[in-house]
């Protein structure tokens, strides 16, 4: 979806019929560049924000304990 409707590149890579063209402005660490918006450092914050949803939402697993099973 992010190369077909905002065309713009994923992973690098850039599909040939787009709904919209787009192009990178700025510095490529800000942008993504030629690698997508995932290439971006701004992408860091968000990734920090659901690991952290994950790691204090979902229940502790006991795997392994088998006094706590």
Do not use: K
């Not at 709904?19 to 701004?42: C, D, K, R, W, Y």
């Amino acid at each position: 979806m992010e190369s077909f409707l905002y065309g713009v590149a994923d992973s690098g890579l850039m599909i040939q019929h787009h709904f919209v063209a787009t192009h990178a402005q700025g510095a490529p660490l800000m942008s993504g560049g030629a690698t997508g918006l995932e290439g971006s450092i701004l992408v860091l914050p968000i990734l920090a924000l659901v690991s952290c949803i994950v790691v204090f939402t979902l229940p502790r697993s006991s795997y392994g304990h088998p006094a706590l099973n």
